[in-house]
């Protein structure tokens, strides 16, 4: 579908990849009443081939297969919902450029932008293109064996939220050293170490006790995850340090874990190099009230008693 312009040229057909977790019925009802308001205003929709078996679509909805380039050609990607799906959808966005605007359907759901009952207003703004993009740094994530960076690594990956290194096994400890610029820290005998992006620091880091850092900082943080250690604080870097967790060798191996999605084991001896990610993930908000108040929000913060400061 094309439309005219006011002066008489034509204008390129719009669309919008819809991505849902289709084994929630809110979800489906969700992706039902975005597709039609989309389409109602003349936008394509474009979704997986996979999802669309479980969504009632009309024919004109446009079904593809999975693939990194799949929202290729699309002017946004529409996530509906909770954080899983959300960083499935980031995966996406980031392959592509296109901004992800997340709609969560789950509970904190930090990476979105909106809540279920927001669609119809989701709608309006994206048929406007009235939101704002904002871009949220990465990580890039290098595998060494037996600790050599002389060779290639054995592999590759990227975390929009964190990059986290985990025992294998329940009853044992991880004995890892880690590193920051090249120059050693301190040794653990722990269950893990999160290497996190101020994105990311909501999300695993936080559970794991580290702090909360503003999407606008710019640093890269490390926290240890129940480390038996005199010093085990977390710890907040420059954005263009280069973090390293050792999995010591003659001890258990390990685990890695990108935002929780992908894996890979990481025998004894192995080295995690983790650095700011070369492409960002590109986010699209329809908001700009304060970080501070989302916080608030999605914590459910007690803030009763307070006055503000004095104007």
Known sequence: MTS???????????????????GRPAAVRSAELVVRGLLAHGIGVRVLADEAEDLPLPDEVEQVEAKPDVVEGCELLVVLGGDGTLLRGAEFARAS??????VNLGRVGFLAEAERDDLDQVVVRVVRRDYVVEERMTLDVLVYNDGSTTGPPVYRDWALNEATVEKAARERMLEVVTEVDGRPVSRYGCDGIVCATPTGSTAYAFSAGGPV???????????????????????????????????????????????????????????????????????????????????????????????????
């Open 4 to 22: 005219g312009s006011t002066d008489g040229s034509v204008l390129a057909p719009r669309t919008v990849f819809l991505l849902a977790h289709t």
């Open 213 to 311: 850092v503003w999407p606008e900082v710019e640093a890269l943080l490390m926290v240890p995850i129940s480390a038996h250690a005199l010093f085990a604080k977390p710890l907040v870097t420059a954005p263009d340090s280069v973090l390293a967790v050792e999995v010591q060798p003659g001890g258990q191996h390990g685990v890695l874990w990108c935002d929780g999605r992908r894996t890979v084991i990481l025998p004894a001896g192995a080295r995690v190099e983790v650095r700011r990610g070369a492409v960002p993930v590109r986010l699209a908000r329809l908001h700009q009230a304060p970080f501070t108040d989302r916080l608030v929000a999605k914590f459910a913060l007690p803030v009763a008693g307070w006055r503000g400061a004095a104007r």
């Open 97 to 102: 450029g296109v901004p992800m605007l997340g």
